[in-house]
Each structure stands twice: as structure tokens, then as C-alpha cells.
């Protein structure tokens, strides 16, 4: 009787040290699993292609000393983005007055000077902004608003 009592007693504590609750394999929904094949397809095909994982190429040089340098823009965008870069490394603070509109610019120009660039960029602007350059700052001054055929 002792023996079927520690027999009894280690099954049941037995019983305690067995966990029995059951773990489920959470699986994510069928439009989950597919973007992420898709995500990852495009990525190995974008890899191959070499268009990722590549040094891009710098779109300005590093820094504008004089007005008359020579540079090469490649640019389609916001004007605001690329003049900002643009006083940047020529070393000028650049700010606009105004109500800030979007001012769309497509410029692709090679060897060309920063002055020359910027009369490209104004030839483009010129419609809803004025560009100006001081000693220290480029300053972008944008049109007043049209109020029934009027200036405000």
C-alpha cells in the first residue's frame, strides 16, 4: 500500500510539472503573406537590376566658391528643395517671404554656372516667385494672391 501511495504521489506530482497548455501557430493573413512576397520580389529584382544597394552618385559638388563655377544639376521637383541646397553650398542662408506655394521645376543642366542656374531656375519660377541674391542670402519672394481678378 506504501508502494501504490509514492507511486500515486510522483504521478501526481507529475501532473504539475507537465504543462498542458497547447501552443497554436498564430499563421497571418493570405494579403499579408502576399505583400510580403511581392515586397520581396521587387526588392531581389531591383537588386539585380543594380538600381539598390549602389553609391548614388552626388547631384551637386560639394561646395559653390564663386558664382561663376561651374556645376551640374539634375532636378525635378519643388524649387524651394533645390534653391535650399542650392544657398547651401554656396554657402548663403536662404529664406522666402510670402505664402509658400508649390513652385514646380524641372532643370537638367551640365557645366553650367551657379548664376546661369539660377536664371534657369527664375525663367521657371518667375510666374508665381522672385528670386533674389544678396551677399549673404538667397531670398525667394512669392507672389500676393489673385482675389477675384485683383491683387490682394
Known amino acids: 500500500m506504501k508502494i501504490f501511495l509514492a507511486a500515486f504521489a510522483v504521478l501526481m506530482l507529475g501532473g504539475c510539472v507537465h504543462d498542458t497548455s497547447t501552443h497554436s501557430l498564430v499563421t497571418p493573413p493570405t494579403h499579408v503573406t502576399h505583400s510580403a512576397q511581392n515586397i520581396q520580389n521587387t526588392t531581389a529584382m531591383l537588386y539585380q537590376a ?23 544639376v539634375d532636378w525635378d521637383g519643388d524649387a524651394i528643395e533645390l534653391l535650399s541646397q542650392l544657398a547651401h553650398q554656396r554657402g548663403l542662408t536662404f529664406a522666402y517671404t510670402g505664402v509658400r506655394l508649390p513652385l ?49
Open 50 to 72: 543594380d538600381a539598390i544597394n549602389q553609391v548614388r552618385s552626388s547631384l551637386f559638388i560639394p561646395r559653390i566658391t564663386a558664382n561663376s563655377q561651374r556645376i551640374t
Open 104 to 152: 514646380p521645376l524641372t532643370l537638367h543642366v551640365q557645366d553650367a554656372t551657379f548664376e546661369q542656374v539660377l536664371r534657369l531656375v527664375r525663367t521657371q519660377i518667375d510666374w508665381r516667385a522672385q528670386l533674389d541674391q544678396q551677399s549673404t542670402e538667397l531670398r525667394l519672394y512669392f507672389m500676393l494672391p489673385l482675389k477675384k481678378g485683383k491683387l490682394a
